[in-house]
């Protein structure tokens, strides 16, 4: 499975960004696939994962009730809509692939968001 991130940017507190991941290989639409982040200085961090048939998500507290992650099967796509983004947001964001419910056996590049206060 191939994973390919981006949607990334330069935005200001409070604003909105849609990061866009897409998936190729034969078995990429059987996987979960979440979105992962790394600021500097951290261990990268689950954001949150939805899984296959787009039927259940998971999300860390950190961005619970601002982000949305959805999926489209058809287009094999997932995203991960982020809204009142807050200056500690600002990361590197990565997309995976996997088993439900952390699906971390698949990486693509990182996608870098910089919120600015």
């Known amino acids: 499975v191939q994973l390919q991130a981006f949607g990334g940017g330069l935005v200001q507190a409070g604003d909105s960004l849609r990061l866009s991941c897409a998936a190729s290989g034969r078995t990429a639409h059987s996987y979960a696939m979440g979105w992962f982040r790394q600021a500097p200085g951290t261990e990268r961090a689950f954001v949150g994962a939805i899984s296959w048939s787009g039927g259940s998500t998971s999300y860390s507290d950190s961005v619970k009730g601002r982000f949305t992650i959805s999926r489209d099967n058809a287009k094999n796509t997932v995203y991960l809509q982020m809204n009142s983004l807050k200056f500690e947001d600002t990361a590197v964001y990565y997309c995976?692939?996997?088993?439900?419910?952390?699906?971390?056996?698949?990486w693509g590049q990182g996608t870098l968001v910089t919120v600015s206060s």
């Open positions: 995976a692939a996997g088993p439900w419910p952390k699906p971390h056996r698949y």
